[in-house]
């Protein structure tokens, strides 16, 4: 098994381990709870918007936020766990999560493209050297010969999209527990 497809596999295990450490090292404040919320909320709404289009196993989706960057639903990720971090307020806490965060979906990343080359070929050949794989550009998205239909609830649904945002919701929750236990 290669390091891809361990962290492909281990990825959510792992991270209900890491979750137990760094709310163990987190110092949440009321204050760091809401600015870290509210980065959070940024993140889970490019993932919502990026999951509205994603045809998940059946085509490749390059249209909507797709036309931006590859991985929407990763950079979406990856300001929710910045948030995630904010909120803990604590050095340790960030660090473990921003590293994990590197890490895994670094390997994730390149393991799906691996599985998108071999599924669409040419056509995800094109797209790659046309959309960078991670960080997105802001300007005008290229244009796409797809006639792909636009955003869709029933996407958003049918790729569970919505844990994410139960996910957050339950950690902003634990740092107020946190914040409380530790008040007293």
Known sequence: MSWMDFFARWRVRIGYFLAVLVLWLARPTPRWILVGGAVGLLGLAIRAYAA????KQEVLTVSGPYAFTRNPLYFGSSILTAG???AMHSVWSAGLLL???ALVYSFVMRREEIELRGKHAAAFDVYASRVPLF????SSAPQSDSHEPAFSWARYKKNHEYEAFGGFLLLLVALVVIW???RT
């Open 52 to 55: 509205g289009y994603l045809h």
């Open 84 to 86: 995630a971090a904010v």
């Open 99 to 101: 590293i994990y965060f």
């Open 135 to 138: 960080f997105p550009w802001f």
């Open 180 to 182: 409380r236990l530790r």
